[in-house]
């Protein structure tokens, strides 16, 4: 059914991938490039007539919707690049659909409404406000894919290895676009991962080499560490630093070979901030950090609980935990372990503590670890989540186990994307 074409009018935004639901003779489309309320040609990208729905792309739109804009990137839209999904809509209309998705994540998995969820409704800006039409140069972390015959660097087209060619990505922050790579032919290189801290000048490019292939030489605009993954997933340091310097929460951390960090410059103080409000540490108390990564939220709440406290954070990234002890070195009362949280935390013999923080990936913590934190006895729990299914499953699992959201926050940290961040704050529930 790929290529034909359907007049169909847009119901609600659905979870994932930027689409919206719509429907033609019984059939369900998740139709990109659209908004609820439209009435537009959809053309079908994906699906036979076996299948149970169909992809599609809004090629026409004959009755637009009134959050409806010009997409400022020239490489946005039907079959171009897949990176930004509402490139086509104002930012308040893009918190709007947010904050429908969790709406209906919550409603669905979590069985909770907003009020139940503690939260407002409203999916929040996060940075300063921005020129009608200005688009917010927040990405700090840009992965480029190489298009093997012209060297040129590219983004993914959605939902496929085609390579859109760009000569610049407008959400890519300024420490990237000064780099000059997008202006640089790669031979012999399949993808170009550039970090540009946003704490420091340090700036990073991961090169991974076709198979067989030999390194170019590496020649930017701005001074730049050089490193390169092999076929076997290894890191190897070209020249350079295999690691950037990042700032966040009154302290610098060291993030080695293109590990995680928040990619919005100001992400990893806003996400600090919440959960410490919510939270609210008091010295002397025990605290865990889980999926704890270089160490972020165990540093800020080793600051809250002092020295009479204890602050234990589970990683199961090697070299993540490496960066962790590094950064929180100076704090006697932090301790970082390295191991999966769902196998190590029933073996550490921890059966109370006061608080707890996970930050997990992004298919959640599970019933089974989320069960073994509800046993702990902690007065409050600060859930990171970067995926709203995940958090509603999760939180009906907390309920299970006794305990309730009393706030929920939602924060915009990928603008122009169907991303976005939250910090749920949870309670025992009260007998």
Known sequence: MVGERYEVE?????????????????????????????????????????????????????????????????????????????????????????????????????????????????????????????????????????????????????????????????????????????????????????????????????????????????????????????????????????????????????????????IHPQAPDTLVDAVLEGLDPQWGESALDLYCGVGLFAGALAERVGDEGAVLGIESGKQAVLDARHNLAALENVRIECDKVETLLPRTGITETDLIVLDPPRAGAGRETVAHLSGLGARRIAYVACDPAALARDLAFFREGGYRPVSLRAFDLFPMTHHFECVAILEPVQE
């Open 10 to 262: 847009v119901g609600p935004v659905a979870h994932g991938g930027g689409h919206c639901v719509a429907r033609h003779e019984g059939r369900v489309l998740f139709v990109r490039h659209a908004l609820p309320g439209e009435r537009v040609i959809a053309e079908i990208t994906d699906g036979t007539t076996k299948s149970r729905f169909l992809r599609a792309d809004a090629v026409e739109i004959l009755e637009p919707a009134k959050e409806r804009i010009a997409a400022p990137c020239p490489f946005s839209g039907p079959g171009r690049c897949g990176g930004c999904d509402w490139q086509h809509v104002t930012p308040g209309g893009q918190r709007k659909l947010k904050g429908q998705v969790l709406t209906e994540q919550l409603t669905k998995l979590a069985g909770l409404t907003a009020a139940e969820a503690g939260w407002d409704g409203s999916v929040e800006p996060v940075g300063g406000k921005l020129p009608p039409g200005a688009v917010p140069a927040w990405r700090t972390r840009v992965q480029y894919a190489v298009d093997p015959q012209s060297g040129a660097v590219g983004l993914r087209k959605h939902r496929s290895h085609d390579i859109q060619p760009v000569d610049r990505c407008l959400i890519a922050a300024e420490g990237v676009t000064e780099l000059g790579v997008e202006s640089r032919s790669w031979p012999g290189v399949a993808s170009v991962d550039v970090v540009a801290a946003s704490g420091s000048s340090d700036r990073q490019v991961i090169l991974v080499p076709t198979p067989g292939a030999q390194l170019p030489l590496v020649e930017l605009d701005r001074p730049v560490s050089i490193s390169r993954i092999d076929e076997h997933d290894n890191f190897h340091r070209v020249h350079g630093r295999t690691f950037v310097r990042e700032v966040a929460a009154e302290r610098t951390w060291r993030v080695s070979n293109g590990g995680f960090w928040q």
